[in-house]
């Protein structure tokens, strides 16, 4: 970590801590993205930008007597379950390939940025602050992301943690920004367009600043030059698109389910070697996203017990940093090789019961109340896109980050809207 990034780092940390609740947010959410994902090492522990952050902003709640809205939901519970099943598969077995100091900082990272966020977030005023928030961090992005393609320079190497010298594939620069790799640096802003289009929808100038997080966006995503954040905001476009069978997702949800099965029944190959048929870029690995899915199930006694710290001979290529893995580009097979089936199972869990959530909270926004609605329908797009991302990227920077964000609002929907006489109170955060 250079001393330029720690100095950025511990500024905002402070302001996180002094400055307003809305604000805080904002400049939390900026830091995080913005600062690349250098380690600060002291001892064997490693602290990163976000991790950092996570702690100031702790720091804040518990002097400012910040508690959560209303009372904890299932997806609380679930993402504390997933760390507690994180921890124990890991003291249960031996590994060669992490260090339980490693594992504690992974889950402190979930744990502590999530239940941030849902400090942080209260209201539906504070999530157009994070819409509004992130349009202007991908504006940043999309412009210096405009300079590495031009001056084949990455600007955010000043700070550590990327390469000054963005990767070229079959002819093609992806740039990567302040993203750990360029996958993910179109992934973050492709999963958030839902965003913007919402943001559109209000008009006023809520509408112009929803083009321009758009534009924004989808040039970052471009600008990466990777097929996978073209299929996110393809994902995205398409769930939103389903608003007018907002009133009959059951169906819809039946009906793809078929679809599904009766291609992986037809199909000379299983269903999911369809992602081997995806390449917009000329430059895609599909085939091998699709065989590592079918090297998982073949080899399910390996991992589904404590997970394994052996995935080598599961693929004919290895990785550069590791010579006892394969490139795992799945986030649920990443979640087993690292805690079992029961941190797999764990992880989907929390996908559906915040969906389920989402659901509830939508159901009971009056039909009049087309704003809120639409706000409500912008997270359960966002989450279907994290969802169809899980099947080929591994998010291993702080793009972690917006996942739990989008779990975070929608938690907090769900507390203003849904019914809570079944939920058990969290009276002491």
Not at 338 to 349: C, E, M, P, R, Y
Not at 369 to 377: E, F, I
Request: hydrophobic letters at 50%.
């Amino acid at each position: 970590m250079t001393p330029l990034a720690l100095t950025l780092i511990l500024s905002s940390g402070f302001f996180i801590i002094v400055l307003p609740r809305k604000i805080a947010l904002s400049i939390l959410l900026a830091s995080i993205t913005l600062i690349p994902m250098s380690a600060l090492a002291i001892g064997p522990a490693s602290f990163f930008p976000a991790r950092i952050l996570v702690f100031f902003g702790l720091i804040r709640t518990l002097f400012k007597g910040e508690r959560l809205y209303g009372s904890i939901n299932k997806t609380d519970i679930v993402v504390i379950l997933w760390a507690l099943a994180m921890i124990i598969t890991r003291l249960a077995a031996p590994r060669l390939d992490t260090s339980i100091i490693l594992r504690f900082g992974e889950t402190y990272d979930v744990i502590g940025i999530y239940f941030l966020y849902r400090f942080l977030i209260k209201d539906m005023d504070d999530i157009q602050v994070v819409f509004k928030t992130a349009a202007g961090i991908f504006c940043v992005m999309s412009v210096f992301m405009l300079y590495e393609k031009s001056a084949h320079h990455n600007f955010f190497s000043f700070l550590g943690g990327v390469s000054p010298f963005p990767e070229i594939r079959e002819g093609r620069l992806r740039c990567q920004g302040p993203f750990a790799h360029s996958i993910l640096a179109g992934t973050v802003p492709a999963t958030s367009t839902a965003w913007f289009i919402a943001m559109f929808l209000q008009g006023g100038k809520l509408k112009i600043i929803g083009s321009i997080g758009f534009l924004a966006s989808s040039m970052v995503v471009f600008l990466s030059s990777s097929s996978g954040p073209i299929m996110s905001l393809f994902f995205v476009v398409v769930a939103f698109s389903a608003w007018p069978f907002r009133h009959s997702m059951k169906s819809v949800r039946i009906g793809i389910l078929i679809t599904l099965m009766g291609l992986h029944f037809t199909m000379k190959s299983p269903v999911w070697y369809l992602i081997s048929k995806i390449d917009l870029t000329g430059s895609s690995t599909g085939w091998h996203r699709s065989e590592l899915i079918d090297q998982t199930i073949r080899h399910f006694g390996e991992w589904w017990l404590t997970g394994v710290d052996y995935t080598r001979h599961w693929m004919p290529t290895g990785v550069t940093w590791s010579e006892r893995h394969s490139d795992i580009t799945n986030h649920y097979i990443k979640n087993g090789v690292d805690g079992g089936l029961a941190a797999l199972v764990l992880f989907i869990w929390m996908i559906v019961s915040s969906f389920s959530m989402a659901g509830k909270a939508f159901a009971n926004i009056p039909e009049t109340d087309t704003k809120n609605r639409v706000l409500v329908w912008t997270l359960g797009c966002t989450l279907f896109s994290h969802t169809i991302t899980f099947l080929s990227v591994r998010y291993f920077d702080q793009s972690f980050t917006y996942y739990y964000l989008v779990l975070a609002m929608i938690g907090c929907v769900y507390n203003l809207y849904a019914p809570q006489q079944n939920e058990p109170s969290l009276s002491g955060l």
